[in-house]
Protein backbone atom coordinates (compact mmCIF):
# COMPACT_ATOMS: atom_id res chain seq x y z
CA UNK A 1 0.00 0.00 0.00
CA UNK A 2 1.06 3.54 -0.93
CA UNK A 3 2.22 6.08 1.92
CA UNK A 4 -0.11 9.27 1.69
CA UNK A 5 1.24 12.28 -0.01
CA UNK A 6 1.39 15.61 1.89
CA UNK A 7 0.62 18.67 -0.41
CA UNK A 8 1.79 22.28 0.80
CA UNK A 9 -0.97 24.90 0.12
CA UNK A 10 0.83 27.46 -1.69
CA UNK A 11 3.80 25.58 -2.30
CA UNK A 12 5.72 25.51 -5.92
CA UNK A 13 5.77 21.76 -5.46
CA UNK A 14 4.52 19.50 -4.02
CA UNK A 15 5.98 17.52 -1.40
CA UNK A 16 5.56 13.40 -0.93
CA UNK A 17 5.51 12.25 2.31
CA UNK A 18 7.75 9.42 1.49
CA UNK A 19 11.43 9.63 0.06
CA UNK A 20 11.39 8.40 -3.51
CA UNK A 21 7.97 8.76 -4.25
CA UNK A 22 7.87 11.33 -6.86
CA UNK A 23 4.32 13.09 -7.50
CA UNK A 24 3.79 16.58 -9.87
CA UNK A 25 2.60 19.55 -8.71
CA UNK A 26 1.57 22.16 -11.43
CA UNK A 27 1.12 25.88 -9.58
CA UNK A 28 2.01 28.53 -12.52
CA UNK A 29 2.84 27.30 -15.35
CA UNK A 30 5.11 24.61 -14.38
CA UNK A 31 3.76 20.83 -14.24
CA UNK A 32 5.97 17.85 -13.92
CA UNK A 33 4.60 13.90 -14.66
CA UNK A 34 5.11 11.87 -11.45
CA UNK A 35 4.82 8.42 -10.71
CA UNK A 36 3.42 7.03 -6.79
CA UNK A 37 5.43 3.76 -6.57
CA UNK A 38 3.44 0.43 -8.80
CA UNK A 39 0.93 3.38 -10.02
CA UNK A 40 1.00 5.26 -13.47
CA UNK A 41 1.72 8.93 -13.68
CA UNK A 42 -0.33 11.36 -16.17
CA UNK A 43 1.63 12.89 -18.01
CA UNK A 44 0.41 16.65 -18.31
CA UNK A 45 2.27 19.26 -20.47
CA UNK A 46 3.09 22.65 -18.75
CA UNK A 47 2.20 26.04 -20.49
CA UNK A 48 4.45 27.34 -22.42
CA UNK A 49 4.88 31.06 -23.63
CA UNK A 50 4.40 30.36 -27.40
CA UNK A 51 3.97 33.94 -29.14
CA UNK A 52 3.72 37.45 -28.88
CA UNK A 53 0.61 39.47 -29.89
CA UNK A 54 0.15 42.49 -30.87
CA UNK A 55 -2.76 44.07 -28.73
CA UNK A 56 -3.14 47.80 -29.61
CA UNK A 57 -5.92 48.69 -31.82
CA UNK A 58 -4.87 49.97 -35.16
CA UNK A 59 -1.56 47.88 -34.83
CA UNK A 60 2.13 47.71 -33.45
CA UNK A 61 3.99 49.38 -36.37
CA UNK A 62 5.57 46.25 -37.02
CA UNK A 63 6.09 43.30 -39.75
CA UNK A 64 3.93 41.50 -38.30
CA UNK A 65 1.36 41.30 -35.69
CA UNK A 66 2.45 38.24 -33.94
CA UNK A 67 5.68 36.10 -33.96
CA UNK A 68 6.52 32.74 -32.25
CA UNK A 69 9.40 32.31 -29.38
CA UNK A 70 10.88 29.34 -29.80
CA UNK A 71 14.10 30.62 -30.27
CA UNK A 72 15.99 34.14 -29.25
CA UNK A 73 14.58 36.86 -31.15
CA UNK A 74 16.00 40.72 -31.25
CA UNK A 75 13.43 43.30 -31.51
CA UNK A 76 14.18 47.00 -32.58
CA UNK A 77 13.87 49.18 -36.30
CA UNK A 78 17.25 47.29 -37.98
CA UNK A 79 16.07 44.64 -40.92
CA UNK A 80 18.33 42.08 -39.04
CA UNK A 81 15.49 41.90 -36.60
CA UNK A 82 13.39 38.80 -36.39
CA UNK A 83 10.67 41.36 -34.87
CA UNK A 84 10.84 45.30 -36.85
CA UNK A 85 9.05 47.68 -34.83
CA UNK A 86 8.79 51.17 -36.33
CA UNK A 87 7.72 53.66 -33.39
CA UNK A 88 9.06 56.70 -31.40
CA UNK A 89 12.47 55.76 -29.41
CA UNK A 90 13.29 51.88 -30.65
CA UNK A 91 16.38 51.28 -31.43
CA UNK A 92 17.87 49.35 -34.37
CA UNK A 93 18.55 46.51 -31.59
CA UNK A 94 16.08 47.35 -28.47
CA UNK A 95 15.39 44.27 -26.76
CA UNK A 96 16.08 40.26 -26.91
CA UNK A 97 13.14 38.05 -26.24
CA UNK A 98 14.61 34.36 -25.56
CA UNK A 99 12.74 31.29 -24.02
CA UNK A 100 15.08 30.22 -20.85
CA UNK A 101 13.83 27.21 -18.69
CA UNK A 102 10.53 27.15 -20.50
CA UNK A 103 9.75 30.95 -19.36
CA UNK A 104 9.70 33.46 -21.42
CA UNK A 105 12.72 36.33 -20.76
CA UNK A 106 12.65 39.76 -22.36
CA UNK A 107 15.94 42.05 -21.82
CA UNK A 108 16.31 45.71 -22.64
CA UNK A 109 19.51 46.28 -24.78
CA UNK A 110 21.45 49.76 -24.72
CA UNK A 111 21.61 51.71 -27.46
CA UNK A 112 24.49 49.99 -29.51
CA UNK A 113 23.14 46.13 -29.23
CA UNK A 114 24.28 45.05 -25.84
CA UNK A 115 23.05 44.21 -22.47
CA UNK A 116 25.91 44.91 -20.86
CA UNK A 117 25.30 48.87 -19.38
CA UNK A 118 22.18 48.37 -17.36
CA UNK A 119 22.05 52.28 -16.45
CA UNK A 120 22.23 52.83 -20.81
CA UNK A 121 19.43 55.09 -22.45
CA UNK A 122 17.70 53.19 -25.24
CA UNK A 123 18.21 55.30 -27.93
CA UNK A 124 21.44 57.80 -27.29
CA UNK A 125 18.93 60.78 -28.20
CA UNK A 126 17.11 60.59 -25.58
CA UNK A 127 14.78 58.28 -23.14
CA UNK A 128 13.41 55.45 -24.52
CA UNK A 129 12.11 52.09 -22.98
CA UNK A 130 10.85 48.55 -22.71
CA UNK A 131 7.70 48.44 -20.20
CA UNK A 132 6.17 45.29 -18.74
CA UNK A 133 3.07 45.96 -17.63
CA UNK A 134 3.80 49.58 -18.15
CA UNK A 135 6.82 49.60 -16.42
CA UNK A 136 9.90 50.31 -17.34
CA UNK A 137 13.05 47.26 -17.01
CA UNK A 138 16.56 47.99 -16.88
CA UNK A 139 19.01 47.45 -19.41
CA UNK A 140 20.91 44.33 -19.43
CA UNK A 141 18.77 43.03 -16.90
CA UNK A 142 16.68 39.82 -18.03
CA UNK A 143 13.01 40.13 -17.03
CA UNK A 144 10.57 37.12 -16.79
CA UNK A 145 7.24 37.89 -18.72
CA UNK A 146 3.89 35.91 -17.41
CA UNK A 147 0.93 34.85 -19.39
CA UNK A 148 -0.89 37.46 -20.18
CA UNK A 149 1.80 40.13 -19.15
CA UNK A 150 1.98 43.09 -21.81
CA UNK A 151 5.56 44.78 -23.32
CA UNK A 152 6.18 47.79 -25.05
CA UNK A 153 9.13 49.01 -27.00
CA UNK A 154 9.78 52.62 -27.58
CA UNK A 155 8.83 55.89 -25.75
CA UNK A 156 5.84 55.69 -23.19
CA UNK A 157 2.39 54.80 -24.70
CA UNK A 158 4.05 52.76 -27.64
CA UNK A 159 1.69 50.17 -28.78
CA UNK A 160 1.26 46.83 -26.82
CA UNK A 161 2.20 43.14 -26.76
CA UNK A 162 0.73 40.50 -24.75
CA UNK A 163 2.77 37.55 -24.11
CA UNK A 164 0.09 34.17 -25.31
CA UNK A 165 0.45 30.91 -23.98
CA UNK A 166 -0.60 27.51 -25.22
CA UNK A 167 -2.26 25.21 -22.65
CA UNK A 168 -1.10 21.64 -22.91
CA UNK A 169 -4.15 19.42 -21.66
CA UNK A 170 -6.74 20.46 -18.57
CA UNK A 171 -8.33 23.27 -17.56
CA UNK A 172 -5.80 23.94 -14.52
CA UNK A 173 -4.12 23.04 -11.69
CA UNK A 174 -7.55 22.06 -9.92
CA UNK A 175 -8.47 19.93 -13.26
CA UNK A 176 -5.23 17.98 -13.18
CA UNK A 177 -5.38 17.20 -9.34
CA UNK A 178 -8.88 15.67 -9.85
CA UNK A 179 -8.01 13.41 -13.08
CA UNK A 180 -4.46 12.22 -11.46
CA UNK A 181 -6.18 11.21 -8.06
CA UNK A 182 -8.68 9.53 -10.28
CA UNK A 183 -6.46 7.75 -12.83
CA UNK A 184 -4.13 6.47 -9.36
CA UNK A 185 -7.27 4.16 -8.70
CA UNK A 186 -8.27 3.05 -12.30
CA UNK A 187 -7.68 0.36 -14.24
CA UNK A 188 -4.19 -0.11 -16.57
CA UNK A 189 -6.22 -0.10 -19.05
CA UNK A 190 -8.00 3.58 -18.26
CA UNK A 191 -4.53 4.74 -16.82
CA UNK A 192 -2.78 3.65 -20.43
CA UNK A 193 -5.71 5.92 -22.73
CA UNK A 194 -5.47 8.87 -20.22
CA UNK A 195 -1.50 8.92 -20.52
CA UNK A 196 -2.32 9.02 -24.37
CA UNK A 197 -4.52 11.97 -23.90
CA UNK A 198 -2.50 13.48 -22.10
Not at 83 to 110: I, S, W, Y
Request: aromatic share 4%; proline share 7%; net charge negative.
Amino acid sequence: MNAPHTFRAGARHASPATPGAGRSSRVGCVARTWRAPGRSGVRVRAAEPTKLVCVTEGGCGANVSEIEISEPIIVGTDGSCELQVQADGVAPQHARLEMKAKRLMCTALTSDGTPTDPDALLPDTGPSAVRLNGSEIRAGVAYMVAPGARVSFGTEGAPEWEARFEEGGGAGGMADMMMRGMASAASAEVRETLDKQL
